[in-house]
């Protein structure tokens, strides 16, 4: 069971290149979600796609763009990477809010 | 708004000890609670989970009581082993209002249990 699916797993940007990080669902949720984690700051949501066709901002979206491609995929691009970027990014999604969320095993992203 | 506060580690514990990793929470609804464990170079898995009062979810051998009274989600475990060594994050999922996105998670508590 593949469940939720991130790629790249690790990447290293220079300051100023884009970059789409990609995820994969295969479980037929509705809702999708982009987070950072960071040390000491635990998880911070960027995005969330509630359903097919619909992103909204979470708590530390700038610098970020997203896409719903269709059901299963939900992208996240960096237009102008910036060192402050260095994280964690984890891919998850649910059925609906009150249901757990699954999550991917990560991309690790480093800027110089 | 919704925050969740957890018990600051990091945690070392011996085999076999008994493990309490304390969670409190405000929220404005009626949240669901999850505590979700992260094992190195991993995603997030979900532990166990109580959607209403008094609820006590459990799972491995963890378990954790929805108090709303003390609007408190504490993780116990009455024998850790090696294995368990991870981070673990409170969560809560706020139902109010239609916000379908609101997870919030506390900042993680790294364990290591020695052998």
């Known amino acids: 069971n593949a469940g939720v699916t991130q790629t790249p797993k690790f990447q290293v940007l220079k300051t100023g290149q884009s970059m789409t990080l990609q995820c994969a669902q295969d479980m037929n949720h509705n809702s999708m979600y982009w987070y950072r984690q960071d040390p000491g700051m635990g998880l911070r949501l960027i995005y969330y796609s509630a359903s097919e066709g619909t992103t909204d901002k979470g708590e530390v979206p700038n610098g970020y763009n997203v896409s719903r491609l269709n059901k299963r995929e939900f992208s996240l691009r960096l237009e102008s990477a910036a060192p402050s970027q260095t994280s964690v990014y984890f891919c998850a999604s649910s059925v609906r809010f009150d249901q757990p969320q699954h999550f991917g095993d990560g991309t690790r992203l480093s800027i110089l | 708004g919704n925050s969740v506060t957890q018990m600051e580690g990091p945690v070392t514990l011996s085999e076999e000890a008994f493990l309490t990793i304390n969670c409190t929470y405000t929220?404005?609804?009626?949240?669901?609670l999850f505590w979700y464990v992260q094992y190195p170079g991993e995603g997030l898995q979900l532990l166990l989970k109580?959607?209403?009062?008094?609820d006590k979810g459990s799972n491995k051998g963890f378990e954790a009581t929805y108090r709303k009274e003390t609007t408190s989600f504490h993780l116990e475990k009455g024998s850790v082993q090696v294995s368990d060594s991870a981070v673990y994050f409170c969560?809560?999922?706020?139902?109010?209002?239609?916000?379908?996105?609101?997870?919030?998670f506390g900042k993680g508590t790294l364990l290591t249990v020695n052998p």
């Open positions: 969560a809560l999922s706020d139902n109010s209002g239609g916000s379908n996105y609101k997870l919030t």
């Open positions: 109580a959607t209403k009062a008094d």
């Open positions: 929220a404005t609804g009626y949240p669901s």
